[in-house]
């Protein structure tokens, strides 16, 4: 209706999942290139969970976009189904007929046909939307389908999209199994105030409007408080604000025009995001990925460092982690320890503490050698890191988990070592390890900080992380038990 009143070719907050509109602010965007990376890098499950409209189906929409041709995506969005109803559906989406077979047949096909994908150099990953309502008997088979592997390999990647009631089912004893192989946590956070105009205005360009800002600051403050930052919400509030305004024969969005969409909505609130869900977002499920945002934060850091300064030998010297396991620092200070990073403050937190290495463990399993890589100096900080973390990685108790902040595309020493320079003047040389990758047949660095005895440990652990790294990255769980008991 008001499509040509404001120059639009189509609705711009339509509730239906388009990808054309995509937002890739406030971490969506680097939630995705995380996600496209953990199922490329093939560890553990993934879950992400968000309110009601935060976004989840649209994310889910644009990863089927995203992943590599050699990965075929299973989508299921109808999550109410039997345990049997599930491999059926699976063995449906990979053209298996099976209907009618025993489970145990149905499991035994779907092994050998994965592995004849996997030996095809194709993967399979299974995504389930609106997973808090599935059964828990289905996710336990899930669980099961998890298993299926060939040598060290998994067959199947699963990636579970919930609202938070999935948090409390995931939480209850008996599906704690399952709850152990999610290593990749993701929250979507609501849009923060600040953000709210940068989305409105990024629908209203992709539907085609080329005019100046038409909401004015009065009502998009009031859409993003009356819709608690919730996408979908907004999108409502937003659609019935334009028409209210094409009714006045007006095209600048004001407060007034926000109130009549909100009388016409009837929107009732959401939990308190204020409580202890929220606390617990804010404090230990923030993202859990590795981040390209994160690395082009990094690059950006790095040209507008300023020249290298000598180093001290005492902070270039490696570090063999040797403290109680169990301490972790409990609060960062929010006034002392204010570092520039690059050409902003940075207030440092608290160190976490490294853990105890039982000398038996470590004697129990062949030393682990990282792949040495050309052209890195002898006396650079880089190469001081990479040494540090070969010792932390044979020293690491079996179930050793590290926060991975960021990984990089390729290998660059001189972008790395500024990095690292940057982490000294923070303190936090000594909690940065760099590991050896490779990534789509190049060399890389998987770059993490600390190491703890547990991913739970490792999850406390986050909020303590300095605020620029917690700001820039999207600091995930990072399991250290692939690189244990390798030659």
């Avoid at 336990?140 to 999935?166: A, C, S, T």
């Avoid at 209210?244 to 007006?250: I, K, L, P, R, W």
Wanted: glycine content about 6%; hydrophobic content about 45%; some cysteine.
């Amino acid at each position: 209706m008001y499509l040509e009143h404001f120059g639009l070719n189509e609705p711009p907050f339509k509730i239906t999942p388009v990808t054309d509109f995509f937002f890739s602010g406030a971490n969506r965007g680097e939630i995705l290139d995380a996600l496209v990376y953990a199922i490329t890098d093939g560890e553990g499950i993934i879950k992400i969970s968000g309110e009601v409209g935060s976004g989840k189906t649209m994310l889910c929409r644009m990863l089927l976009d995203k992943l590599p041709t050699n990965i075929k995506a299973i989508y299921l969005a109808n999550p109410s189904m039997s345990r049997d109803e599930l491999l059926y559906a699976i063995a449906d989406r990979l053209q298996l007929d099976l209907e009618g077979k025993r489970v145990n047949v149905i499991l035994q096909t779907l092994q050998n046909h994965l592995e004849a994908m996997y030996e095809r150099g194709e993967r399979v990953v299974v995504l389930v939307d609106e997973a808090h309502a599935m059964p828990l008997e289905t996710l336990e088979e899930l669980r099961l389908l998890y298993n299926l592997q060939v040598g060290k390999h998994k067959l199947l990647q699963i990636v579970l999209f919930g609202q938070p009631e999935l948090d409390e089912k995931l939480a209850q004893t008996n599906m704690r199994q399952l709850k152990d192989r999610i290593v990749h946590h993701f929250t979507i956070l609501p849009l923060s105030p600040k953000i709210v105009h940068a989305y409105l205005m990024f629908r209203m360009r992709a539907a085609g409007y080329k005019g100046p800002d038409i909401f004015s600051a009065n009502a998009e403050k009031q859409i993003g408080k009356a819709s608690q930052g919730l996408m979908r919400r907004v999108n409502i509030l937003a659609d019935k604000a334009l028409l209210a305004a094409f009714v006045e024969n007006t095209h600048k969005i004001e407060e007034r025009h926000v109130q009549a969409a909100l009388r016409d909505s009837e929107m009732t609130p959401m939990r308190n995001w204020n409580g202890r869900r929220y606390a617990a977002v804010l404090g230990g499920l923030l993202l859990f990925s590795a981040t390209l945002a994160g690395f082009v934060w990094f690059l950006n850091q790095e040209r507008a460092s300023e020249a290298p300064k000598p180093a001290q030998p005492a902070e270039l010297a490696p570090m063999v982690s040797t403290a109680t396991a169990a301490t972790v620092a409990q609060a960062a200070s929010a006034t002392a320890d204010a570092t520039p990073l690059g050409d902003k403050p940075v207030v440092a937190a608290s160190s976490v503490a490294p853990i105890a290495t039982p000398t038996s463990i470590v004697e129990a399993r062949p030393a682990l050698k990282l792949k040495q890589l050309p052209g890195i100096p002898a006396n650079s900080l880089l190469q001081q890191r990479l040494d540090a973390t070969e010792a932390m990685l044979n020293a690491a108790p079996q179930g050793s988990t590290s926060i991975q902040l960021f990984y990089t595309e390729n290998v660059q020493p001189g972008r790395m070592e500024g990095f690292l320079r940057r982490a000294r003047k923070l303190g936090k040389l000594e909690e940065i390890f760099i590991i050896p990758i490779e990534l789509q047949g190049q060399d890389a660095f998987r770059v993490l900080y600390g190491s703890f005895p547990s991913s739970s440990k490792a999850r406390a652990a986050i909020p303590e992380l300095p605020a620029r790294y917690l700001e820039a990255f999207a600091p995930t769980l990072h399991l250290l038990e692939s690189y244990q008991n390798t030659p």
